[in-house]
């Protein structure tokens, strides 16, 4: 029989559920969406299998289909960061409002629009770096990057205008100088097929469970190399 802890550790990973679901409710087989991650232990044909907390079997079979988005996370260098690209910088504000940035993060706009919001297609989801399933929710941008504190820059929308080291980023709230460096870590996202799902591979899914996470049947699927050995729920993507 599963605890409660088990039991309630899918109902955990929803994505902006408002409402605390009762006993009988979290019972139910209806397909809910939510989110797993963790290693690629397994792959077979369309389906690969991950370790996770939470699954309450410490693992989830994901299926993949045809629309399926999957999107992998390359190193970049500041060469990629062009016009028309949308990105995400994170670094050092000026008094000014310049930032010079300690990460870039770059994708490809969809319909020409840099969107927000995590789960949107690749170009308009959430920056890279995502937060642990459950969301983000503090106010911060996503992905743990440290931060914080009055100096705490943040930029993100498309590049506008690019000079040498120097690129100007246009957002919802207009537009912010960001300082690039040899220093400024620069990844990418692209899309990517399914056979590039592999085993060690880091994989942020989201999808809909009628098992409480067992299996999933996954609508985006963000793939990362470990860091440091691990999988820790922030995917540079």
């Given at each position: 029989m599963r605890t409660a802890t088990t039991t309630c550790a899918w109902a955990l990973a929803l994505l902006g559920a408002t409402v605390v679901l009762s006993a009988p409710a979290i019972g139910a087989t209806k397909p809910v969406a939510g989110s797993v991650s963790g290693p690629v232990v397994s792959v077979k044909d369309s389906t690969f299998t991950?370790?996770?907390?939470?699954?309450?079997?410490?693992?989830?079979?994901?299926?993949?289909?045809?629309?399926?988005?999957?999107?992998?996370?390359l190193a970049g260098t500041i060469a990629d960061v062009k016009t028309g690209m949308c990105v995400t910088a994170i670094g050092q504000k000026a008094k000014n409002g310049t930032v010079t940035a300690t990460r870039v993060t770059l994708?490809?706009?969809?319909?020409?629009?840099?969107?927000?919001?995590f789960g949107t297609r690749p170009g308009g989801g959430r920056p890279p770096g995502g937060a642990p399933p459950g969301g983000n929710r503090t106010g911060r941008p996503p992905g743990g990057f440290g931060g914080g504190g009055a100096n705490f820059g943040f930029a993100f929308g498309k590049v506008s205008a690019a000079k040498s080291s120097t690129i100007t980023v246009k957002g919802r709230q207009g537009s912010t100088k960001v300082l690039l460096s040899k220093k400024t870590q620069v990844g990418k996202t692209e899309q990517v097929g399914r056979a590039a799902i592999v085993p060690k591979l880091c994989a942020f899914v989201r999808g809909t469970s009628g098992d409480h996470g067992v299996t999933v049947t996954a609508t985006d699927i963000s793939l990362s190399k470990p860091i440091s050995g691990a999988c820790t729920g922030r995917f540079t993507r």
């Open positions: 991950l370790t996770t907390s939470l699954s309450p079997t410490g693992r989830s079979k994901v299926a993949v289909g045809s629309k399926t988005a999957i999107t992998e996370q994708t490809q706009p969809v319909k020409g629009q840099c969107g927000g919001g």
